[in-house]
Protein backbone atom coordinates (compact mmCIF):
# COMPACT_ATOMS: atom_id res chain seq x y z
CA UNK A 1 0.00 0.00 0.00
CA UNK A 2 1.92 2.43 1.43
CA UNK A 3 5.62 2.59 0.59
CA UNK A 4 6.63 -0.28 2.29
CA UNK A 5 9.90 -0.16 3.76
CA UNK A 6 10.34 -2.91 5.65
CA UNK A 7 12.45 -2.40 9.02
CA UNK A 8 16.02 -2.99 8.59
CA UNK A 9 16.27 -6.03 10.55
CA UNK A 10 17.73 -9.24 8.84
CA UNK A 11 14.57 -10.24 6.56
CA UNK A 12 12.51 -13.07 7.92
CA UNK A 13 9.15 -14.89 6.93
CA UNK A 14 6.38 -13.44 8.56
CA UNK A 15 5.85 -15.63 11.33
CA UNK A 16 1.81 -16.09 12.28
CA UNK A 17 2.53 -14.80 16.06
CA UNK A 18 -0.11 -13.33 18.54
CA UNK A 19 -0.07 -10.01 16.80
CA UNK A 20 -0.62 -11.56 13.48
CA UNK A 21 -3.47 -13.75 14.81
CA UNK A 22 -4.99 -10.03 16.01
CA UNK A 23 -4.39 -8.20 13.23
CA UNK A 24 -6.12 -11.07 10.60
CA UNK A 25 -9.17 -11.40 13.30
CA UNK A 26 -9.37 -7.56 13.11
CA UNK A 27 -8.93 -7.45 9.27
CA UNK A 28 -11.84 -9.90 9.52
CA UNK A 29 -14.34 -8.24 11.67
CA UNK A 30 -13.43 -4.87 9.55
CA UNK A 31 -14.49 -6.19 6.76
CA UNK A 32 -17.53 -8.47 7.61
CA UNK A 33 -20.57 -5.84 7.32
CA UNK A 34 -18.81 -5.77 3.51
CA UNK A 35 -19.26 -9.45 3.06
CA UNK A 36 -22.28 -9.91 4.53
CA UNK A 37 -23.69 -7.32 2.08
CA UNK A 38 -22.56 -9.18 -0.60
CA UNK A 39 -23.36 -12.56 0.69
CA UNK A 40 -27.03 -10.99 1.30
CA UNK A 41 -26.83 -10.05 -2.42
CA UNK A 42 -26.33 -12.67 -3.76
CA UNK A 43 -29.66 -14.67 -2.02
CA UNK A 44 -32.97 -14.52 -0.95
CA UNK A 45 -34.00 -12.77 1.58
CA UNK A 46 -34.49 -15.84 3.58
CA UNK A 47 -31.80 -17.61 2.72
CA UNK A 48 -29.73 -14.41 3.75
CA UNK A 49 -31.24 -14.13 6.81
CA UNK A 50 -30.63 -18.00 8.06
CA UNK A 51 -26.69 -18.20 6.43
CA UNK A 52 -27.63 -21.14 5.66
CA UNK A 53 -24.41 -21.74 3.36
CA UNK A 54 -26.32 -24.32 1.02
CA UNK A 55 -28.69 -21.35 0.36
CA UNK A 56 -28.92 -21.20 -3.86
CA UNK A 57 -26.80 -18.39 -5.18
CA UNK A 58 -28.96 -15.55 -6.76
CA UNK A 59 -28.95 -12.62 -9.05
CA UNK A 60 -32.36 -12.05 -8.94
CA UNK A 61 -32.04 -8.93 -6.13
CA UNK A 62 -29.63 -7.25 -8.58
CA UNK A 63 -32.44 -7.49 -11.29
CA UNK A 64 -34.84 -6.28 -8.46
CA UNK A 65 -32.87 -3.41 -7.32
CA UNK A 66 -31.82 -2.20 -10.82
CA UNK A 67 -35.07 -1.94 -11.97
CA UNK A 68 -36.14 -0.07 -9.11
CA UNK A 69 -34.33 2.91 -9.55
CA UNK A 70 -32.83 5.12 -12.29
CA UNK A 71 -29.27 3.75 -11.20
CA UNK A 72 -27.78 4.96 -14.57
CA UNK A 73 -28.81 8.51 -14.62
CA UNK A 74 -27.83 8.63 -10.48
CA UNK A 75 -24.33 7.08 -11.69
CA UNK A 76 -23.84 9.96 -14.75
CA UNK A 77 -25.40 12.38 -12.21
CA UNK A 78 -22.36 11.77 -9.67
CA UNK A 79 -19.94 11.32 -12.29
CA UNK A 80 -20.49 14.90 -14.01
CA UNK A 81 -20.76 16.39 -10.28
CA UNK A 82 -17.33 14.78 -9.30
CA UNK A 83 -16.09 16.12 -12.72
CA UNK A 84 -16.89 19.52 -12.83
CA UNK A 85 -16.19 19.83 -9.08
CA UNK A 86 -12.64 19.20 -9.60
CA UNK A 87 -12.30 20.81 -12.40
CA UNK A 88 -13.42 24.17 -11.20
CA UNK A 89 -11.28 23.28 -8.07
CA UNK A 90 -8.33 22.98 -9.81
CA UNK A 91 -8.46 25.95 -11.55
CA UNK A 92 -9.62 28.44 -8.88
CA UNK A 93 -7.11 26.66 -6.34
CA UNK A 94 -4.22 26.85 -9.04
CA UNK A 95 -4.86 30.39 -9.20
CA UNK A 96 -5.50 31.53 -5.89
CA UNK A 97 -2.41 29.19 -4.23
CA UNK A 98 -0.02 30.74 -7.13
CA UNK A 99 -1.39 34.55 -6.11
CA UNK A 100 -0.21 33.62 -2.22
CA UNK A 101 3.18 31.71 -3.00
CA UNK A 102 5.16 34.20 -5.58
CA UNK A 103 2.98 37.29 -5.11
CA UNK A 104 3.97 39.12 -2.50
CA UNK A 105 1.28 42.08 -1.69
CA UNK A 106 -0.65 44.10 1.45
CA UNK A 107 -2.94 42.18 3.46
CA UNK A 108 -2.06 38.92 1.74
CA UNK A 109 -1.50 37.49 5.70
CA UNK A 110 -5.03 38.45 6.23
CA UNK A 111 -6.70 37.18 3.28
CA UNK A 112 -4.68 34.12 4.05
CA UNK A 113 -6.33 33.67 6.94
CA UNK A 114 -9.77 34.19 6.19
CA UNK A 115 -8.86 31.20 3.56
CA UNK A 116 -7.94 29.25 5.81
CA UNK A 117 -11.26 29.71 8.39
CA UNK A 118 -12.86 27.94 5.27
CA UNK A 119 -11.37 25.23 6.44
CA UNK A 120 -13.45 25.05 10.00
CA UNK A 121 -16.38 26.69 8.47
CA UNK A 122 -17.93 23.28 6.69
CA UNK A 123 -20.09 24.15 3.78
CA UNK A 124 -22.15 21.58 5.73
CA UNK A 125 -22.48 23.80 8.83
CA UNK A 126 -23.67 26.78 6.80
CA UNK A 127 -25.98 24.41 5.10
CA UNK A 128 -28.97 26.98 5.74
CA UNK A 129 -27.30 29.62 4.13
CA UNK A 130 -25.99 28.07 1.85
CA UNK A 131 -29.21 26.84 0.18
CA UNK A 132 -30.76 29.99 0.20
CA UNK A 133 -27.58 31.39 -1.07
CA UNK A 134 -27.76 28.97 -4.44
CA UNK A 135 -31.05 29.74 -4.40
CA UNK A 136 -30.64 33.73 -5.13
CA UNK A 137 -28.32 32.09 -7.79
CA UNK A 138 -30.80 29.99 -9.34
CA UNK A 139 -28.72 27.12 -8.81
CA UNK A 140 -31.09 24.70 -6.89
CA UNK A 141 -31.85 21.84 -8.05
CA UNK A 142 -28.54 21.46 -10.54
CA UNK A 143 -25.33 19.86 -10.53
CA UNK A 144 -23.43 22.81 -10.63
CA UNK A 145 -25.54 23.88 -7.37
CA UNK A 146 -23.94 21.00 -5.71
CA UNK A 147 -20.26 21.58 -6.92
CA UNK A 148 -20.22 25.38 -6.65
CA UNK A 149 -19.37 26.04 -3.00
CA UNK A 150 -16.58 23.51 -2.89
CA UNK A 151 -14.73 24.64 -5.96
CA UNK A 152 -12.89 27.46 -3.99
CA UNK A 153 -11.38 24.88 -1.68
CA UNK A 154 -9.39 26.62 1.37
CA UNK A 155 -7.53 23.10 1.20
CA UNK A 156 -6.66 22.55 -1.90
CA UNK A 157 -5.15 26.39 -2.10
CA UNK A 158 -3.60 25.96 0.90
CA UNK A 159 -2.34 22.56 -0.95
CA UNK A 160 -0.96 24.30 -3.97
CA UNK A 161 0.15 27.20 -2.21
CA UNK A 162 2.58 24.80 -0.73
CA UNK A 163 3.81 22.73 -3.65
CA UNK A 164 4.20 26.06 -4.94
CA UNK A 165 6.17 27.50 -2.66
CA UNK A 166 8.77 24.39 -2.90
CA UNK A 167 9.92 25.18 -6.42
CA UNK A 168 13.10 26.89 -6.80
CA UNK A 169 13.26 30.64 -7.74
CA UNK A 170 15.90 30.17 -10.26
CA UNK A 171 13.73 27.72 -11.87
CA UNK A 172 11.43 30.81 -12.60
CA UNK A 173 13.53 33.35 -12.96
CA UNK A 174 15.15 31.23 -15.60
CA UNK A 175 11.63 30.87 -17.66
CA UNK A 176 11.34 35.24 -17.44
CA UNK A 177 14.53 35.65 -18.39
CA UNK A 178 13.53 33.56 -21.55
CA UNK A 179 10.49 36.10 -21.95
CA UNK A 180 8.02 33.99 -20.37
CA UNK A 181 5.15 35.85 -18.96
CA UNK A 182 4.02 34.95 -15.64
CA UNK A 183 0.74 32.59 -17.45
CA UNK A 184 3.52 30.90 -19.45
CA UNK A 185 5.69 30.51 -16.02
CA UNK A 186 2.59 29.30 -14.51
CA UNK A 187 1.68 26.54 -16.74
CA UNK A 188 5.21 25.48 -17.80
CA UNK A 189 6.68 25.64 -14.34
CA UNK A 190 4.87 25.67 -11.72
CA UNK A 191 1.35 23.26 -12.67
CA UNK A 192 4.13 20.53 -13.75
CA UNK A 193 6.19 20.60 -10.83
CA UNK A 194 3.22 20.34 -8.50
CA UNK A 195 2.14 17.25 -10.49
CA UNK A 196 2.04 14.83 -7.55
CA UNK A 197 0.13 17.22 -5.13
CA UNK A 198 -2.64 17.73 -8.00
CA UNK A 199 -2.81 13.56 -8.31
CA UNK A 200 -3.31 13.24 -4.35
CA UNK A 201 -5.90 16.14 -4.11
CA UNK A 202 -8.14 14.85 -7.16
CA UNK A 203 -8.21 11.31 -6.05
CA UNK A 204 -9.11 12.55 -2.64
CA UNK A 205 -11.65 14.51 -4.33
CA UNK A 206 -13.30 12.69 -5.83
CA UNK A 207 -13.51 9.94 -3.51
CA UNK A 208 -15.14 12.96 -1.14
CA UNK A 209 -18.05 14.40 -3.89
CA UNK A 210 -18.36 10.52 -4.83
CA UNK A 211 -19.37 10.25 -1.06
CA UNK A 212 -21.00 13.28 -0.23
CA UNK A 213 -24.76 13.33 1.19
CA UNK A 214 -26.09 15.55 2.85
CA UNK A 215 -25.42 19.24 0.37
CA UNK A 216 -26.20 17.46 -2.21
CA UNK A 217 -29.36 15.72 -1.10
CA UNK A 218 -30.50 19.42 0.05
CA UNK A 219 -29.69 21.22 -3.12
CA UNK A 220 -31.08 18.00 -5.35
CA UNK A 221 -34.87 17.45 -5.57
CA UNK A 222 -35.14 15.79 -8.93
CA UNK A 223 -33.68 12.44 -10.87
CA UNK A 224 -32.12 14.42 -13.37
CA UNK A 225 -29.45 15.62 -10.78
CA UNK A 226 -29.74 13.69 -7.94
CA UNK A 227 -26.33 11.94 -6.87
CA UNK A 228 -25.85 8.01 -6.05
CA UNK A 229 -25.77 8.73 -2.44
CA UNK A 230 -29.28 10.56 -2.16
CA UNK A 231 -30.59 8.09 -4.67
CA UNK A 232 -29.18 5.31 -2.23
CA UNK A 233 -30.74 6.55 0.69
CA UNK A 234 -34.03 6.94 -0.88
CA UNK A 235 -33.46 3.32 -2.30
CA UNK A 236 -32.61 2.28 1.26
CA UNK A 237 -35.18 3.95 3.17
CA UNK A 238 -37.12 1.61 5.76
CA UNK A 239 -40.18 2.79 4.14
CA UNK A 240 -39.34 1.91 1.09
CA UNK A 241 -39.90 -1.90 1.70
CA UNK A 242 -37.66 -3.62 -0.19
CA UNK A 243 -36.18 -6.42 1.46
CA UNK A 244 -32.59 -6.77 2.92
CA UNK A 245 -31.26 -8.86 -0.22
CA UNK A 246 -32.37 -5.85 -2.44
CA UNK A 247 -30.83 -2.83 -0.59
CA UNK A 248 -28.04 -5.11 -0.49
CA UNK A 249 -28.01 -5.67 -3.97
CA UNK A 250 -28.29 -2.14 -4.47
CA UNK A 251 -25.73 -0.80 -1.98
CA UNK A 252 -22.97 -3.10 -3.45
CA UNK A 253 -24.22 -1.42 -7.45
CA UNK A 254 -23.89 2.01 -6.24
CA UNK A 255 -20.50 1.63 -4.58
CA UNK A 256 -18.97 -0.94 -7.13
CA UNK A 257 -17.13 1.74 -9.04
CA UNK A 258 -15.79 3.52 -6.89
CA UNK A 259 -14.60 0.19 -4.81
CA UNK A 260 -13.06 -1.42 -7.51
CA UNK A 261 -10.97 1.79 -8.52
CA UNK A 262 -9.95 1.61 -5.39
CA UNK A 263 -9.05 -1.55 -4.84
CA UNK A 264 -7.00 -1.20 -8.27
CA UNK A 265 -5.40 1.60 -7.47
CA UNK A 266 -4.79 1.20 -3.79
CA UNK A 267 -1.82 2.85 -3.27
CA UNK A 268 -2.23 5.72 -5.26
CA UNK A 269 -5.29 5.94 -2.96
CA UNK A 270 -3.60 5.74 0.10
CA UNK A 271 -0.43 7.88 -0.73
CA UNK A 272 -3.07 10.69 -1.82
CA UNK A 273 -5.13 10.76 1.33
CA UNK A 274 -1.27 10.76 3.41
CA UNK A 275 -0.10 13.76 1.24
CA UNK A 276 -2.68 15.84 1.70
CA UNK A 277 -3.08 15.05 5.29
CA UNK A 278 0.76 15.16 6.37
CA UNK A 279 1.91 17.75 3.58
CA UNK B 1 12.44 53.65 -3.02
CA UNK B 2 12.74 54.02 -6.74
CA UNK B 3 9.75 54.23 -9.19
CA UNK B 4 10.41 51.26 -10.93
CA UNK B 5 10.42 49.22 -7.65
CA UNK B 6 7.01 50.71 -6.80
CA UNK B 7 5.55 49.91 -10.09
CA UNK B 8 6.42 46.05 -9.88
CA UNK B 9 5.24 46.51 -6.39
CA UNK B 10 1.64 47.78 -7.76
CA UNK B 11 1.69 45.39 -10.58
CA UNK B 12 2.79 42.06 -8.30
CA UNK B 13 -0.42 43.56 -6.16
CA UNK B 14 -2.52 43.59 -8.91
CA UNK B 15 -1.85 40.11 -9.95
CA UNK B 16 -1.67 38.75 -6.65
CA UNK B 17 -5.64 40.24 -6.27
CA UNK B 18 -6.74 38.93 -9.60
CA UNK B 19 -5.72 35.54 -9.29
CA UNK B 20 -7.70 35.20 -6.43
CA UNK B 21 -10.65 37.23 -7.09
CA UNK B 22 -12.10 33.91 -8.22
CA UNK B 23 -12.08 32.16 -5.59
CA UNK B 24 -12.41 34.90 -3.11
CA UNK B 25 -15.51 35.80 -4.64
CA UNK B 26 -17.11 31.71 -4.34
CA UNK B 27 -15.68 31.69 -0.52
CA UNK B 28 -18.03 35.16 -0.17
CA UNK B 29 -20.52 33.33 -1.34
CA UNK B 30 -20.32 30.41 0.54
CA UNK B 31 -18.71 31.06 3.48
CA UNK B 32 -18.24 34.68 4.96
CA UNK B 33 -21.43 35.74 3.70
CA UNK B 34 -23.50 32.89 4.67
CA UNK B 35 -21.59 33.21 8.65
CA UNK B 36 -22.90 36.56 8.27
CA UNK B 37 -25.97 36.33 7.37
CA UNK B 38 -26.25 33.23 9.94
CA UNK B 39 -25.82 35.25 12.87
CA UNK B 40 -27.78 38.13 11.10
CA UNK B 41 -30.87 34.99 10.95
CA UNK B 42 -30.54 34.15 14.42
CA UNK B 43 -31.41 37.69 15.69
CA UNK B 44 -35.17 37.23 14.40
CA UNK B 45 -38.28 35.79 14.74
CA UNK B 46 -39.64 32.93 12.69
CA UNK B 47 -41.65 34.79 10.00
CA UNK B 48 -44.90 33.23 9.19
CA UNK B 49 -47.78 34.89 6.18
CA UNK B 50 -49.54 36.02 9.07
CA UNK B 51 -46.86 37.93 11.30
CA UNK B 52 -43.36 38.62 9.22
CA UNK B 53 -40.58 38.42 11.24
CA UNK B 54 -39.32 41.02 13.32
CA UNK B 55 -36.10 41.93 15.31
CA UNK B 56 -35.93 39.40 18.42
CA UNK B 57 -32.15 40.49 19.81
CA UNK B 58 -31.29 37.45 21.60
CA UNK B 59 -34.27 35.85 22.19
CA UNK B 60 -33.75 32.43 20.02
CA UNK B 61 -30.81 32.18 21.95
CA UNK B 62 -33.26 32.29 24.71
CA UNK B 63 -35.59 29.52 23.61
CA UNK B 64 -32.97 27.10 22.49
CA UNK B 65 -31.20 27.17 25.82
CA UNK B 66 -34.47 26.54 28.00
CA UNK B 67 -35.13 23.98 25.19
CA UNK B 68 -34.62 20.04 26.58
CA UNK B 69 -34.09 19.09 22.95
CA UNK B 70 -31.22 21.40 22.65
CA UNK B 71 -29.13 20.00 25.64
CA UNK B 72 -30.09 16.86 24.61
CA UNK B 73 -28.63 17.18 21.39
CA UNK B 74 -25.33 18.82 23.04
CA UNK B 75 -25.30 16.35 25.06
CA UNK B 76 -25.31 13.60 22.30
CA UNK B 77 -22.97 15.05 20.26
CA UNK B 78 -20.59 15.76 22.96
CA UNK B 79 -20.94 11.84 24.35
CA UNK B 80 -20.66 10.99 20.92
CA UNK B 81 -17.69 12.88 19.85
CA UNK B 82 -16.08 12.06 23.47
CA UNK B 83 -16.50 8.19 22.88
CA UNK B 84 -16.02 7.93 19.11
CA UNK B 85 -13.38 10.16 18.71
CA UNK B 86 -10.53 8.53 21.80
CA UNK B 87 -11.81 5.03 20.23
CA UNK B 88 -11.34 5.30 16.85
CA UNK B 89 -8.06 6.82 17.33
CA UNK B 90 -7.02 4.29 19.69
CA UNK B 91 -7.97 1.42 17.23
CA UNK B 92 -6.05 3.43 14.57
CA UNK B 93 -3.12 3.09 16.19
CA UNK B 94 -3.16 -0.50 17.27
CA UNK B 95 -3.96 -1.10 13.72
CA UNK B 96 -1.12 0.78 12.28
CA UNK B 97 1.04 -0.95 14.62
CA UNK B 98 -0.20 -4.61 13.67
CA UNK B 99 -0.63 -3.37 10.14
CA UNK B 100 3.06 -1.75 10.30
CA UNK B 101 4.37 -5.36 11.82
CA UNK B 102 5.82 -8.28 9.45
CA UNK B 103 2.87 -10.34 9.53
CA UNK B 104 1.12 -12.67 6.87
CA UNK B 105 -1.64 -11.40 4.97
CA UNK B 106 -0.33 -7.92 5.45
CA UNK B 107 -1.74 -6.82 2.52
CA UNK B 108 -5.46 -7.65 3.11
CA UNK B 109 -5.34 -6.57 6.64
CA UNK B 110 -4.40 -3.03 5.62
CA UNK B 111 -7.05 -3.33 2.88
CA UNK B 112 -9.70 -4.27 5.19
CA UNK B 113 -8.76 -2.05 7.72
CA UNK B 114 -9.20 1.17 5.25
CA UNK B 115 -11.88 -0.15 3.04
CA UNK B 116 -14.61 1.45 4.85
CA UNK B 117 -13.20 4.92 4.37
CA UNK B 118 -13.83 4.20 1.08
CA UNK B 119 -17.58 3.78 1.40
CA UNK B 120 -20.28 6.80 1.41
CA UNK B 121 -21.49 6.76 4.62
CA UNK B 122 -25.12 6.40 3.41
CA UNK B 123 -23.80 2.83 2.03
CA UNK B 124 -21.82 1.93 5.74
CA UNK B 125 -25.39 2.59 6.99
CA UNK B 126 -27.26 0.59 4.57
CA UNK B 127 -24.82 -2.61 5.33
CA UNK B 128 -25.11 -1.69 9.51
CA UNK B 129 -28.63 -2.24 9.15
CA UNK B 130 -28.03 -5.56 8.56
CA UNK B 131 -26.41 -6.00 11.76
CA UNK B 132 -28.86 -4.19 13.55
CA UNK B 133 -32.33 -5.80 12.61
CA UNK B 134 -34.08 -7.20 15.53
CA UNK B 135 -33.97 -10.66 15.75
CA UNK B 136 -33.00 -11.80 12.60
CA UNK B 137 -29.59 -9.31 12.26
CA UNK B 138 -26.03 -10.37 12.39
CA UNK B 139 -25.94 -9.19 15.82
CA UNK B 140 -28.81 -10.52 17.53
CA UNK B 141 -28.25 -14.12 15.92
CA UNK B 142 -24.62 -13.94 17.28
CA UNK B 143 -25.59 -12.76 20.52
CA UNK B 144 -28.30 -15.27 20.23
CA UNK B 145 -25.90 -18.43 20.48
CA UNK B 146 -25.33 -16.99 24.00
CA UNK B 147 -28.69 -16.98 24.96
CA UNK B 148 -29.31 -13.47 24.26
CA UNK B 149 -32.85 -12.19 23.80
CA UNK B 150 -33.35 -9.83 20.57
CA UNK B 151 -32.58 -6.30 21.17
CA UNK B 152 -33.36 -3.65 19.23
CA UNK B 153 -30.07 -1.44 18.84
CA UNK B 154 -31.79 1.13 16.68
CA UNK B 155 -35.15 1.52 17.76
CA UNK B 156 -34.86 2.15 21.79
CA UNK B 157 -33.19 5.25 23.61
CA UNK B 158 -30.56 3.29 25.44
CA UNK B 159 -28.47 1.74 22.58
CA UNK B 160 -29.27 4.12 19.80
CA UNK B 161 -26.80 6.24 19.71
CA UNK B 162 -24.08 3.92 20.78
CA UNK B 163 -24.97 1.97 17.38
CA UNK B 164 -24.24 5.36 15.76
CA UNK B 165 -21.24 5.54 17.44
CA UNK B 166 -20.19 2.14 16.39
CA UNK B 167 -20.90 3.03 12.82
CA UNK B 168 -18.37 6.07 13.30
CA UNK B 169 -15.62 3.99 14.68
CA UNK B 170 -16.07 1.38 12.16
CA UNK B 171 -15.49 4.33 9.12
CA UNK B 172 -12.57 6.45 10.87
CA UNK B 173 -10.52 4.25 12.48
CA UNK B 174 -9.06 3.07 9.30
CA UNK B 175 -8.63 6.61 8.12
CA UNK B 176 -6.91 7.50 11.00
CA UNK B 177 -4.82 4.39 11.03
CA UNK B 178 -2.89 5.41 7.04
CA UNK B 179 -1.51 8.47 8.83
CA UNK B 180 -0.04 6.51 12.06
CA UNK B 181 1.21 3.86 9.47
CA UNK B 182 3.03 6.45 8.04
CA UNK B 183 4.36 7.95 10.83
CA UNK B 184 5.50 4.98 11.47
CA UNK B 185 7.92 4.05 8.68
CA UNK B 186 9.91 7.57 9.10
CA UNK B 187 10.65 5.79 13.08
CA UNK B 188 14.15 4.71 12.17
CA UNK B 189 14.43 1.02 13.49
CA UNK B 190 17.59 1.61 15.45
CA UNK B 191 15.34 3.16 18.05
CA UNK B 192 13.48 -0.05 18.84
CA UNK B 193 17.34 -2.24 18.82
CA UNK B 194 18.38 0.18 21.29
CA UNK B 195 15.65 -0.36 23.48
CA UNK B 196 15.76 -4.01 23.31
CA UNK B 197 19.26 -3.70 23.87
CA UNK B 198 18.71 -1.67 27.46
CA UNK B 199 16.23 -4.30 28.02
CA UNK B 200 12.78 -2.34 27.97
CA UNK B 201 10.15 -3.85 27.16
CA UNK B 202 7.47 -3.59 24.51
CA UNK B 203 5.17 -1.94 26.80
CA UNK B 204 7.69 0.65 28.00
CA UNK B 205 9.06 0.96 24.40
CA UNK B 206 5.43 1.90 22.83
CA UNK B 207 5.20 4.08 25.86
CA UNK B 208 8.16 6.27 26.22
CA UNK B 209 9.47 6.17 22.60
CA UNK B 210 6.56 5.25 19.92
CA UNK B 211 3.52 7.54 21.45
CA UNK B 212 5.87 10.82 22.13
CA UNK B 213 7.42 9.99 18.63
CA UNK B 214 3.79 10.09 17.23
CA UNK B 215 2.44 13.45 19.51
CA UNK B 216 2.47 15.37 16.15
CA UNK B 217 0.11 12.33 14.10
CA UNK B 218 -2.06 12.64 17.18
CA UNK B 219 -2.88 16.19 16.92
CA UNK B 220 -3.25 16.36 13.51
CA UNK B 221 -5.76 13.14 13.52
CA UNK B 222 -7.40 14.42 16.59
CA UNK B 223 -8.26 17.88 14.69
CA UNK B 224 -9.96 15.98 11.77
CA UNK B 225 -11.43 14.09 14.07
CA UNK B 226 -12.86 16.46 16.14
CA UNK B 227 -14.03 18.87 13.03
CA UNK B 228 -15.60 15.11 11.94
CA UNK B 229 -17.85 14.52 15.13
CA UNK B 230 -19.80 17.88 13.63
CA UNK B 231 -20.17 16.84 10.13
CA UNK B 232 -20.39 12.99 10.00
CA UNK B 233 -23.96 12.41 10.48
CA UNK B 234 -25.43 11.32 7.01
CA UNK B 235 -25.77 7.78 8.55
CA UNK B 236 -28.41 8.92 10.92
CA UNK B 237 -30.62 9.52 8.14
CA UNK B 238 -30.57 5.78 7.24
CA UNK B 239 -30.00 4.60 10.90
CA UNK B 240 -32.26 6.15 13.83
CA UNK B 241 -33.52 9.75 11.77
CA UNK B 242 -32.22 10.84 15.41
CA UNK B 243 -34.82 9.11 17.18
CA UNK B 244 -36.23 6.79 19.15
CA UNK B 245 -37.03 10.14 21.26
CA UNK B 246 -33.84 12.06 20.26
CA UNK B 247 -32.16 9.77 21.61
CA UNK B 248 -29.36 9.61 18.59
CA UNK B 249 -29.75 13.47 17.66
CA UNK B 250 -26.90 14.79 16.29
CA UNK B 251 -26.26 18.83 15.82
CA UNK B 252 -26.38 18.94 12.72
CA UNK B 253 -28.92 16.79 11.72
CA UNK B 254 -31.02 19.07 14.26
CA UNK B 255 -30.41 21.69 12.05
CA UNK B 256 -30.93 20.17 9.07
CA UNK B 257 -34.47 19.54 10.50
CA UNK B 258 -35.00 22.59 12.05
CA UNK B 259 -34.31 24.37 8.92
CA UNK B 260 -35.74 21.94 6.16
CA UNK B 261 -38.52 19.92 7.80
CA UNK B 262 -40.01 22.34 10.14
CA UNK B 263 -38.96 25.19 8.31
CA UNK B 264 -37.41 27.27 11.63
CA UNK B 265 -34.80 29.42 10.11
CA UNK B 266 -33.94 31.48 13.42
CA UNK B 267 -33.32 28.41 15.58
CA UNK B 268 -31.41 26.76 13.10
CA UNK B 269 -29.15 29.62 12.71
CA UNK B 270 -28.22 29.90 16.38
CA UNK B 271 -27.85 26.56 16.90
CA UNK B 272 -25.33 27.39 13.46
CA UNK B 273 -23.86 30.31 14.99
CA UNK B 274 -23.21 28.12 18.60
CA UNK B 275 -21.12 25.48 16.04
CA UNK B 276 -19.69 28.05 14.24
CA UNK B 277 -18.56 29.49 17.73
CA UNK B 278 -17.47 26.04 18.99
CA UNK B 279 -15.38 25.04 15.27
CA UNK B 280 -13.56 28.91 16.04
CA UNK B 281 -11.83 27.94 19.46
CA UNK B 282 -10.56 24.43 17.43
CA UNK B 283 -9.53 26.63 14.90
CA UNK B 284 -7.66 29.07 16.73
CA UNK B 285 -6.01 26.05 18.40
CA UNK B 286 -4.77 24.48 15.11
CA UNK B 287 -3.27 27.81 13.40
CA UNK B 288 -0.83 28.26 16.92
CA UNK B 289 -0.33 24.95 15.85
CA UNK B 290 0.49 25.48 12.35
CA UNK B 291 2.80 28.28 13.70
CA UNK B 292 4.60 26.36 16.29
CA UNK B 293 4.78 22.68 14.18
CA UNK B 294 7.26 21.79 11.34
CA UNK B 295 4.59 18.94 10.76
CA UNK B 296 2.04 21.39 8.90
CA UNK B 297 4.67 23.08 6.94
Redesign the interface.
Known sequence: ?????????PR?L????L??V???V???V??S??L??VW?AFHDASGA?S?DLSAPWTLDSFRTAWAAAPWPRYFLNTTILVTITLAGQL???T??G???AR????G?DV?F?????????????????????IAR?GLFDTIVGVG??Y??S?FG?FLLR?AFKQVPKELEEAARVEGCS?AGVLWRVYIPAARPTYLAYALVSV?TH?????WP??VTNSVDTRP??VG??LF??PESGVD?SV??A??IM??LP??LA??IF?RQ??QA??RV??K | MSTSATITQRRHALYGWMLLFPSLVLLSLFAFIPTGATVWASLFTRGTSRRPSEFAGLDTYAHLTSDPVFWKVVTNNLLYAGVSIPLSIGIALGMALWANARIPARGFVRTAYFTPTMLPMIAAANLWLFFYTPGIGVIDQITGLFGFGPVNWLGQPDTALWAVIAVTVWKEAGFFMIFYLAALQTIPPELREAATIEGASRWTYTRRVLLPLLMPTTLFVLINALINSVKLIDHLFILTKGGPNNASKLILYWIWEMAFAYFDRPHAAAMTVFVLAVLGIVAAVQFRLIDRRAHYR
Open positions: MTEVTSPATAPRLDDAGAILAVWIPLFAAIFVLCLAFAFFPFPRVVLVLLQLFILPEVLIVENYAMLLPMAAIQWAWNNFLLVLTLSGAIISGTSILLFLQFVFLGI
